[in-house]
């Protein structure tokens, strides 16, 4: 069974630069067949995709988003990364991270989320 | 591809049958959508995917139907815990993108 866990700073200051971490356990990231996706939820509001990266490290981003992202994997811990920079209130979300197969993209295991609050 | 799901909110008993929608403003090729049931504090899980089709574990009174850009869910008989946020995915175009989700409330 694939699980999924963020970990992450739970609080930044406006412009600082943020990172959150996916740690995946009961699979390997490295096995390929799989887009390893980044997903964000503003306070009572819907979901939005942020990103993915695959087992290559081949990564593709949501043209919509405002602040610039970068995902990045480290297949020797199994774990894969956000980062967004210059960050302002419009960030504050819970942060997921989820897994996708490569030919169907739909999410079909996820994280427990975790919150990000952007506030000096 | 803007998903626009509605009902906003659809309040419901137990036992009864609900029927949610998501209109794509696109064509969503090969049925490439999927539904997803959040509970609050919780993530996302997935229900149904390639618009019809069970995920594992899923109960058979959830099911999916439709192409192109009108697609349903529909639960035929309410139960206490299916109450709950429902929201639907397309991935048949890059960005992938979610409706803005139906609440299903105890009425």
């Known amino acids: 069974q694939v699980q999924l866990q963020e970990s992450g700073p739970g609080l930044v200051k406006p412009s600082q630069t943020l990172s959150l971490t996916c740690t995946v356990s009961g699979g390997s990231i490295n096995s390929g067949g799989y887009y390893w996706s980044w997903i964000r939820q503003h306070p009572g509001k819907g979901l939005e995709w942020i990103g993915y990266?695959?087992?290559?490290?081949?990564?593709y981003y949501n043209p919509s988003l405002k602040s610039p992202v970068t995902i990045s994997v480290d297949m020797s811990k199994n774990q894969f990364s956000l980062q967004l920079r210059s960050v302002t209130a419009a960030d504050t979300a819970v942060y997921y991270c989820a897994r996708t197969r490569t030919v169907t993209n739909y999410f079909d295991y996820w994280g427990q989320g975790t919150l990000l609050t952007v506030s000096s | 591809n803007v998903l626009t799901q509605s009902p906003g909110t659809l309040s419901l008993s137990p036992g009864e049958r609900a029927t949610l929608s998501c209109r794509a403003s696109q064509s969503v090729s090969s049925s490439y959508l999927a539904w997803y049931q959040q509970k609050p504090g919780q993530a996302p899980r997935l229900l149904i995917y390639d618009a019809s089709s069970r995920a594992t574990g899923i109960p058979d009174r959830f099911s999916g139907s439709g192409s192109g850009t009108d697609f349903t869910l529909t639960i035929s008989r309410l139960e206490p815990e299916d109450f709950a946020v429902y929201y639907c995915?397309?991935?048949?175009?890059?960005?992938?993108?979610f409706g803005q989700g139906t609440r299903v409330d105890i009425k």
């Open positions: 995915q397309q991935y048949s175009s890059s960005p992938w993108t």
């Open positions: 990266i695959s087992y290559s490290g081949s990564a």
